[in-house]
Nanobody, 115 residues
């Protein structure tokens, strides 16, 4: 099975920053758009940010100006830099690869924003 591995989650105070990382197999990463999703308790999973193979990005309105998605194609890794974190950002964050209906997921990493 395809294995995507997230890291970088943790507990941070409001206004703080975290950087999430996700590594994927090269065979998948090289042909896929990558995204970060999150799911908070009682809510549906939502797309936070996505990046194409060519580097075009898309963000949820709730994180625009605060989060930045990037990818390092040489390292087969996608990042999510999260700044100015808010309590409502608290969720399990999942890494996703997508290619024409073939999508793979990581196990998720917990991000908790609390004072």
């Amino acid at each position: 099975q395809v294995q995507l591995v997230e890291s970088g989650g943790g507990l941070v105070q409001p206004g703080g920053s975290l950087r999430l990382s996700c590594a994927a197999p090269r065979s998948i990463f090289s042909i896929s758009a990558m995204g970060w999703y999150r799911q908070a308790p009682g809510k549906q999973r939502e797309l936070v940010a996505a990046i194409t193979r060519g580097g075009s990005t898309n963000y949820a309105d709730s994180v625009k100006g605060r989060f930045t998605i990037s990818r390092d194609n040489a390292k087969n890794t996608v990042y999510l830099q999260m700044n100015s974190l808010k309590p409502e950002d608290t969720a399990v964050y999942y890494c996703n690869s997508y290619n024409y209906g073939y999508d793979y997921w990581g196990q998720g990493t917990q991000v908790t924003v609390s004072s």
